[in-house]
């Protein structure tokens, strides 16, 4: 590879980096062209990007990085990363899922708002909700007094309506 090939290639890491929500490391050794064009196509759904890179341009597209020096250690064997730029816990799910279903695809790590995950951190982050369903818990939150405070006004003439209905029952019961 030229050198011009790799400081372009260092440069589009950085900004990657710069942008992301989150990234997960993955070892791919043993997935086949097709397998990993599946995992692609899944990343691809969710809008995150994956691209197998080199351990020693990754390390150095991270230098100026606070996770710098703890990414390192995991940037050994062929790494493959996955960027959210949206939702954080996008691709340690599809990589937890995919996981599952294919073990030759091994997590190495993830970095999340200036930290360093271990495969154990990318497997809780995967169990969190995703920003979907975060907005949807939170559209619920907003709407709970709404609608509980509309409950509470037709409670008034529904309850009255009842009351009619009972008093009409019982003239009727009496004739």
């Excluded at 942008?19 to 062209?33: E, I, K």
């Excluded at 341009?57 to 940037?75: K, R, T």
């Excluded at 695809?105 to 995950?117: F, R, S, Y």
Aim: charged share 30%; net charge positive.
């Amino acid at each position: 590879m030229e050198k011009a090939q790799k400081i372009a290639q260092i440069s589009e890491l950085k900004d990657r980096f710069a942008r992301m929500s989150s990234a997960v490391v993955t070892d791919f050794r043993g997935l086949d062209v097709e397998t990993m064009n599946s995992l692609r196509n899944e990343f691809r759904r969710i809008g995150a990007e994956y691209k197998v890179v080199k351990n020693k341009l990754l390390g150095i597209a991270v230098q100026e990085q606070s996770y710098h020096d703890a990414l390192l250690p995991y940037l050994n064997n062929p790494s493959g990363v996955a960027w959210s730029y949206d939702d954080p816990s996008g691709p340690a799910k599809v990589i937890v899922d995919f996981s599952k279903k294919n073990d030759k695809l091994k997590i190495k790590c993830a970095v999340v708002d200036g930290q360093v995950l271990d495969e154990k951190g990318v497997v809780a982050l995967s169990k969190m909700p995703g920003k979907k369903e975060l907005l949807g818990m939170l559209l619920a939150t907003f709407m709970a007094p709404a609608s509980g405070f509309v409950r509470l006004m037709a409670a008034g003439p529904t309850n009255f309506v009842y009351l009619l209905d009972a008093r009409r029952r019982q003239l009727e019961e009496k004739k």
